[in-house]
């Protein structure tokens, strides 16, 4: 097999699918999407040279997600090319909220295997992965795998974010385990309230937070919809923000992804290159802070437009260097 290195300052492993998105009254509108899909776009559109790892099928869909990713400019020489159908999923929207219903047997996404990820050199500082291929066979055994030995290495940063799914998830005890073994691999793990409440119901953010900081995480930052932000660390009080004034939201497709790419890309322009690098920005709580407002701009400007849709640096007003 031919190997494939990488070394973009980011690469996010995870699945690329199509949203079909209730109109109302207007047919199912076609968009691009996928957690880490949506992730990498965002990175890329924020000035970040990104690459995305995966499994792009070779059906009309999957040519729409390789030509919207290029035209973002997101590095794909690494996706996995497959005659698997692209996995899709069927969006419906009630006061701007979306909730989801997918179609993934057998689709391209979650064939993942150990040699198609034993290809792959990573040469860069930082790895994101999550969502749906972190706990969805058979993909997400290779996946587990791969993850874990860049964590072993000890110079790649691993960013994480479950992006639960009770409709894909059944067991929620099976789903936690899930969670939780992904968790013990990562640096960062982002994750929203809604996340937490189906996997530990009725139980405090701070008690979930402490949890996963205890299995190995150096931040972790919870989404909390309207109600903004919090990032925990093993050390010092939480830091929590509100959400950054913005457009009026059209809807919250791609929110929580468009989060995380704005936090990432706020740890790339402050020099993390690494996970040794990780302690000394959550120690500091003005940097946090800042990271959580950047990230929570680049969330606002994507609910402003319809489906997966994140903004391009321009839009949010960073330039190269700084926020």
Not at 46 to 54: D, S
Not at 147 to 156: C, E, N
């Given at each position: 097999m031919v190997s494939h290195e990488l070394r973009p300052e980011v690469v996010v492993l995870g699945e690329a699918l199509i949203d079909l998105v209730d109109g109302g009254d207007s047919p199912y509108q076609a968009h691009a999407g996928g957690g880490p899909y949506n992730v990498a776009i965002g990175l890329a559109r924020?000035?970040?040279?990104?690459?995305?790892?995966?499994r792009l099928s070779t059906d009309p869909f999957g040519m729409l997600l390789r030509e919207h990713a290029e035209r973002s400019h997101v590095d794909l020489s690494a996706a996995v090319v497959t005659d698997q159908p692209t996995t899709v999923a069927l969006v419906r929207l009630r006061d701007g909220a979306?909730?989801?219903?997918?179609?993934?047997?057998?689709t391209a996404n979650f064939g993942w295997t150990d040699a198609e990820l034993d290809a792959v050199a990573v040469g860069h500082s930082i790895v994101h992965f999550g969502s749906l291929v972190s706990w969805t066979p058979p993909g997400s055994g290779p996946v587990h795998r791969f993850?874990?030995?860049?964590?072993?290495?000890?110079?790649?940063l691993v960013s994480y974010d479950p992006n639960v799914?009770?409709?894909?998830?059944?067991?929620?005890?099976?789903?936690?385990?899930?969670?939780?073994s992904a968790?013990?691999?990562?640096?960062l793990v982002k994750a929203s309230a809604d996340d937490l409440a189906w996997l530990y119901p009725g139980a405090a953010a701070a008690d979930v937070a402490a949890r996963w900081l205890a299995a190995g995480p150096a931040l972790v930052v919870i989404t909390l919809a309207d109600r903004g932000s919090v990032a925990f660390r093993p050390t010092g009080a939480p830091v929590a923000?509100?959400?950054?004034?913005g457009p009026a939201v059209v809807d919250t497709i791609g929110a929580g992804d468009a989060f995380i790419s704005g936090l990432l890309r706020g740890l790339c322009r402050r020099g993390v290159a690494g996970p040794a690098d990780l302690p000394g920005i959550a120690g500091s709580a003005d940097t946090i802070g800042a990271l959580l407002d950047?990230?929570?701009?680049?969330a606002a400007v994507a609910c402003s437009r319809p489906g997966a849709?994140?903004?391009w640096r321009d839009e949010v007003g960073f330039d190269r260097t700084g926020g």
């Open positions: 924020l000035g970040v040279r990104t690459g995305l790892l995966a979306a909730t989801y219903h997918f179609q993934v047997d057998g993850v874990a030995r860049l964590r072993d290495r000890g110079d790649v799914r009770p409709l894909l998830q059944s067991d929620p005890d099976r789903a936690r385990a899930d969670v939780e968790v013990g691999v990562a640096h923000r509100p959400i950054r004034p950047e990230a929570s701009t680049v849709n994140p903004p």
